[in-house]
């Protein structure tokens, strides 16, 4: 019998209501992440809250109870996590640093468009007409939702190649979220994000050693450890098992259409804290972006039933 810790999500309503709340907490993590930037270099930071997002996540894995892992299951979990939690981790860190906010939002809102394409690929679900329609005004939105006049400037090779990694870096998380489901079957979504997470993150620790060597710990505030501790352990602990559990409970295309929210949640973060003025298009690229989720979210001919717990 396996033992764990997870997300019940037998409700509807209990699972959207999840995943709203993390991208709540995503749409807040980008401004805290760009605060601690401030004062740490990106890659230590990153390296140092996964290894902290790791500790955590393993303590609570074997306080509640192990499942016996074999080899092939092992070594699954070993590619997936450096995939979704080493190679998207690097990829996302130096692009954003190399392009613009508002365009990464824009990239990263493809996610739900890769993982339809990979799910119709290898037969994990299938997307009806509705929930391509739902995936396509959710896109949409986005693109309303984005100020494209105010991305437009002449920037050069650097956006260019930082647009290049943060398309890479949304593919990996596609990939990441496809190739889990069928691992969910026989592990609980903590225990799934917890081997992950800690598989993945000794890539990110090696790529930044030079990173560490040479960040200035002692000069970090405490507002900039506080935003390390709040990505760490909401954004990435909390976030991830809720994750998949959507992932779990209702497959992966649905649950990756609710991304679309996180530049949402973020414009109206930077509104209210930063005084940004909404404009009327990117309320209405707001209003299809919950179009899209509710089209996608309840499109009843779209994928396979959702998988038995193991």
């Not at 779990?248 to 949640?265: F, K, M």
């Not at 298009?281 to 039933?305: D, M, P, W």
């Amino acid at each position: 019998m396996r033992v764990g810790v997870e997300i019940r999500v037998k409700s509807i309503s209990v699972v959207d209501a999840l995943l709203l709340m993390v991208m709540v907490i995503w749409g807040v993590n980008f401004t805290v992440v760009k605060v601690s930037l401030r004062e740490m270099d990106s890659l230590a930071f990153n390296s140092i809250r996964f290894s902290l997002a790791s500790v955590i996540l393993l303590i609570l894995v074997f306080s509640t109870g192990v499942t016996r892992l074999d080899r092939r299951t092992v070594a699954r979990l070993f590619a997936i996590g450096l995939i979704g939690n080493g190679l998207y981790q690097v990829l996302f860190i130096l692009g954003i640093s190399r392009t613009f906010a508002g365009v990464t939002s824009l990239i990263l809102a493809s996610t739900p468009i890769f993982v339809s394409i990979l799910n119709a690929l290898i037969g994990i679900e299938r997307v009806g007409v509705r929930g391509w329609v739902g995936i396509g005004s959710s896109f949409l939105g986005i693109l309303l939702m984005i100020n494209i006049g105010s991305l437009v400037e002449p920037v050069g090779l650097p956006s260019i190649l930082g647009d290049l990694l943060i398309l890479a870096a949304t593919a990996c998380w596609a990939i990441y979220t496809v190739l889990s489901r069928p691992l969910l079957s026989s592990l609980s979504p903590l225990q799934f994000v917890a081997y992950t997470v800690a598989l993945g993150t000794p890539f990110l620790v090696l790529v930044s050693i030079p990173s560490l060597v040479n960040q200035n710990f002692a000069a970090v505030s405490w507002l900039g450890w506080a935003g390390l501790i709040f990505s760490s352990t909401l954004a990435i602990g909390f976030a991830y098992v809720v994750w998949y559990s959507g992932v779990r409970e209702i497959g992966s295309t649905r649950t990756a259409i609710y991304e679309n929210l996180s530049p949402v949640v973020a414009v109206l973060f930077a509104w209210q804290v930063l005084g940004e003025r909404l404009l009327p298009t990117q309320l209405l690229g707001a209003a299809l972006v919950f179009l899209g989720i509710y089209l996608t979210r309840f499109s009843s001919h779209q994928e396979k039933n959702k998988l038995s717990p193991g």
